[in-house]
């Protein structure tokens, strides 16, 4: 470990649009169907997918 503490901290614990980002891409690469789709529909799931997950969790944290 080096001696700066925040980018220690930030290689092992990524950012929650990180998180976002991950489990969008984990969500789309179950679910979306590349061979049928154009990269504009792929795009399109991606923003829902991701504000879908944005808001969920900021609902849970709310609670």
Do not use: G, W
């Not at 980018?7 to 950012?15: E, L, N, Q, R, T």
């Not at 891409?25 to 879908?52: G, R």
């Amino acid at each position: 470990m080096s001696n700066n503490c925040v980018s220690d901290h930030a290689a092992y614990y990524p950012s929650i649009t990180q998180k976002y980002h991950d489990l969008t891409m984990m969500y789309l690469e179950k679910n979306f169907k590349f061979s049928k789709s154009s990269p504009s529909d792929l795009i399109k799931e991606y923003m829902k997918v991701y504000e879908d997950l944005r808001s969920t969790y900021k609902k849970l944290k709310t609670k």
